[in-house]
């Protein structure tokens, strides 16, 4: 079946400006993740998601940063004003549950570049 | 607090070498779960294995071997004759039972040189 999808593949933008970043889960996944991996670095955590329920926000970086999911299915990360220091890629990841342990399903992320 | 060290940074082998990349971990919980997965150059990472904490044996894939003791919380992985393919950063990540999120270890590059 399809895996998890990201788009866009790349994004340029100027340092100010907003972008969206879009994740589409593996269907029937229930819970969501959002990980930023800068230059050469790990993976950080940014906010999770799992059914309907209130979203796990405690990884965002500043309330520049935010994301929803729709339906229960496709999210969409928003950067506000943008900095240089957002460039990274940043990845979404899908599991069946939330049960801990549940594996995670990667997208081949969204590579952010802020001029 | 759960972490996962990955002591390794980078690690160079010459092709057909045998590799061992080291995961230490650290939780409270009983019930946990342990994760490799490979990020090769195209930066999708792919999902390797996923070991319960109440199962300590030894897996094998073809190449691939993972080593779980809970007597030192390693759960340390080989590669077994490397290829060049198999040029890529490793990581290590913990689940915990009742967690919602993975912690994952810093990462370890492969590169396996012709």
């Known amino acids: 079946g399809a895996g998890v999808s990201q788009s866009p593949s790349n994004k340029v933008t100027e340092k100010g400006k907003d972008v969206e970043l879009r994740c589409d889960p593996i269907?029937?996944?229930?819970?969501l993740y959002w990980y930023r991996q800068s230059l050469g670095q790990g993976l950080e955590f940014l906010i999770y998601?799992?059914?309907?329920?209130?979203?796990?926000k405690s990884g965002l970086p500043s309330d520049r940063f935010s994301a929803e999911r729709t339906g229960g299915s496709v999210s969409t990360l928003t950067i506000q004003r943008t900095q240089q220091e957002d460039s990274a890629v940043y990845l979404c990841a899908s599991s069946l549950a939330n049960r801990g342990g549940e594996t995670q399903y990667f997208g081949p992320g969204t590579r952010l570049l802020v001029l | 607090a759960q972490k996962v060290t990955q002591a390794q940074t980078e690690i160079s082998v010459v092709e057909k070498e045998d590799v061992t990349l080291d995961c230490v971990y650290e939780t409270r919980d009983t019930t946990y779960y342990l994760f490799w997965y490979k990020q090769p150059p195209s930066g999708e990472l792919v999902f390797l294995i996923r070991r319960n904490s109440f199962d300590e044996q030894n897996e094998i894939s073809g190449r691939y071997s993972w080593n779980f003791q809970k007597s030192t919380s390693s759960f340390n992985f080989t590669i077994t004759a490397s290829q060049v393919v198999d040029s890529a950063v490793y990581f290590c990540?913990?689940?915990?039972?009742?967690?919602?999120?993975?912690?994952f270890g810093p990462g370890t590059r492969l590169s396996v040189l012709p």
């Open positions: 269907s029937g996944h229930t819970a």
């Open positions: 998601f799992q059914g309907n329920s209130a979203p796990d």
């Open positions: 990540a913990l689940s915990e039972h009742y967690g919602q999120n993975f912690v």
